[in-house]
């Protein structure tokens, strides 16, 4: 079975910082790896996916994440932080296929300080 | 991506009652997927929701606690019964496009018991 980790609960970061925030995961085969934002009382917004191909992705709001197979993981990055990034993200992987469920991590808070 | 209509977006219920919560897609999905946000915490898949069939239930979900409906393929109901305070929760409504490999989520449907 798939899971997802994401070690930290809470992060703090000064606006205009460089951001990254961590993901593990644990699946037998090719993982489907998706970051996902939650802003108070809002959905989630798809920030970026990886598939297959290049490594690093590219998000929209200036994010990109960095997939390492040899670590298992698929860190967040953001090279300079935002008040409006404050928000809850997570991780998820999905199956190699895409009629399959995802998985979520426990999330990770981030706040902006000014 | 598709775009996610779910219907109510927040309510508050008796303790005893039942919500029906709607999800409406605005072009023909592949899967369709229930998920539950308890306070501060991630999300948990509830079930698959399944055309013209039984939903598939993930363990500790059951169809007599949640039955759901998907009478097509851009339309699914979940209905929380017998609700109790533990229910309270933000329930979202998930789907995955024919031959897309992306996940979009509706809004949310924030529900408090009381």
């Known amino acids: 079975a798939q899971s997802v980790t994401q070690p930290d609960i809470h992060i703090t970061v000064s606006e205009g910082a460089s951001l990254e925030l961590r993901c593990n995961y644990s699946y037998g085969a090719t993982p489907y790896l998706f970051w996902y934002v939650q802003s108070p009382g809002q959905g989630l917004q798809l920030l970026l996916k990886y598939f297959s191909g290049d490594t690093l992705v590219q998000g929209i709001k200036g994010f990109e994440a960095e997939f390492k197979r040899s670590q298992s993981s698929f860190n967040l990055r953001k090279p300079s932080v935002h008040w409006s990034d404050a928000a809850e993200y997570f991780c998820?992987?999905?199956?190699?296929?895409?009629?399959?469920?995802?998985?979520f991590g426990g999330g990770t808070r981030l706040m902006v300080k000014p | 991506s598709a775009v996610i209509s779910q219907k109510p977006s927040r309510d508050i219920c008796q303790r005893g009652t039942s919500l029906t919560i709607q999800c409406q897609v605005d072009?023909?999905?592949?899967?369709m997927f229930w998920y539950r946000q308890q306070p501060g915490q991630s999300l948990t898949l509830i079930a698959t929701?399944?055309?013209?069939?039984?939903?598939?239930?993930e363990s500790g979900f059951v169809i007599d606690k949640f039955p759901i409906s998907r009478p097509n393929l851009t339309f699914s109901t979940l209905t929380v019964s017998n609700m109790s305070p533990e229910d309270s929760s933000i329930y979202l409504c998930?789907?995955?496009?024919?031959?897309?490999?992306?996940?979009?989520f509706g809004s949310g449907t924030r529900l408090t018991v009381v």
């Open positions: 929701a399944n055309q013209g069939s039984e939903a598939t239930y």
């Open positions: 998930s789907v995955v496009r024919q031959g897309r490999y992306g996940y979009t």
């Open positions: 998820a992987v999905g199956a190699g296929n895409a009629g399959n469920m995802l998985t």
């Open positions: 072009s023909q999905v592949t899967m």
